[in-house]
């Protein structure tokens, strides 16, 4: 029987993230997880979630400190030797900088936005590559709001053009060695990340309105497509953003 796939999930914070739901879907086509936790209080949430899939790996990591991602991937390295897929679900911003206007942005408020949301993925890239030995896929969420401007989204959509910019450099370095790199470009969805968008309930129901099929996505939807980037189903599919969001990112006004 051949071995089964070897994931590390970061970015759940609880039941209603889009990595859970990604997770979710892994476990049911027989991948083997491995999670991170952000600080104590989310290790309360995170904990009895990946123990109901049986991981075997749950460690806490702040993608901030090399040396919590270091000690995540020795224990990823002495528990499983290999890895095969890596989910990067993470994304912060200074609550005054998702208030006011973008050129209010603090040079310490625009760093933290950019080294929490887009560097963590690079970081957690270069320990992964000596690990996926046999090939890898890897997959971030991004936000429309990096291509447009979405009012309030401010420095985080800046932070998602260079997030999917960095998905594109990272799938040329990582392509050699058959590794993949996809974004799922997601619609709204109600998160705890989600809460700190100003004006987030008026993004729910644009979609909902506004969209061609005129309906919310749910974290589901994000997880089936997940799924697929991260399967053997799309291993010539590299360096791309994939719209998740019901046809929203085709409209004018
Ligand atoms: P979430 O709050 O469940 O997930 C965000 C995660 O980022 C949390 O687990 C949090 O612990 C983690 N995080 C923040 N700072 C961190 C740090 N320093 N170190 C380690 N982890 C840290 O919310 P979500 O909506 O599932 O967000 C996941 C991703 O999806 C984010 O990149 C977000 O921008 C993106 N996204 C969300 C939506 C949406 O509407 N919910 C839409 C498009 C894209």
């Not at 095969?84 to 912060?92: P, Q, T």
């Not at 760093?111 to 890897?138: C, H, R, W």
């Amino acid at each position: 029987m051949e071995d089964k796939k070897k994931a590390l999930v970061v970015g759940v914070a609880n039941e209603r993230s889009l990595a859970w739901a990604i997770a979710q879907k892994l476990h049911r086509a027989g991948v083997e997880l491995a999670f991170t936790y952000l600080g104590e209080a989310l290790e309360r949430r995170v904990r009895p979630l990946a123990e109901s899939v049986k991981s075997p790996i749950i460690e806490p990591c702040n993608v901030c400190d090399d040396s919590q991602i270091q000690t995540v991937f020795d224990k990823i390295k002495a528990v499983w030797g290999n890895l095969d897929i890596l989910v990067h679900s993470v994304a912060y911003a200074n609550r005054e900088d998702l208030e006011g206007h973008f050129i209010q942005t603090s040079r310490e408020g625009f760093k933290t936005a950019l080294d929490i949301s887009v560097y963590s993925l690079v970081a957690l890239s270069k320990f992964a590559e000596p690990l996926m030995q046999n090939g890898g896929a890897i997959l971030t969420l991004s936000y429309y709001g990096g291509e447009k401007v979405i009012p309030g989204y401010n420095v985080m959509g800046v932070a998602k053009a260079a997030l999917e910019s960095s998905v594109r450099y990272l799938a040329y370095d990582l392509g050699a060695k058959k590794i993949r790199i996809n974004a799922i470009s997601s619609g709204p969805v109600k998160t705890l990340a989600a809460a700190g968008i100003k004006n987030f309930r008026g993004l729910l129901s644009q979609a909902a309105e506004k969209t061609p099929l005129k309906e919310n996505i749910t974290a589901e939807d994000v997880g089936e497509m997940g799924s697929f980037l991260l399967s053997d189903a799309s291993k010539h599919i590299t360096g791309s953003i994939f719209y998740v969001d019901s046809g929203a990112h085709i409209m004018g006004l």
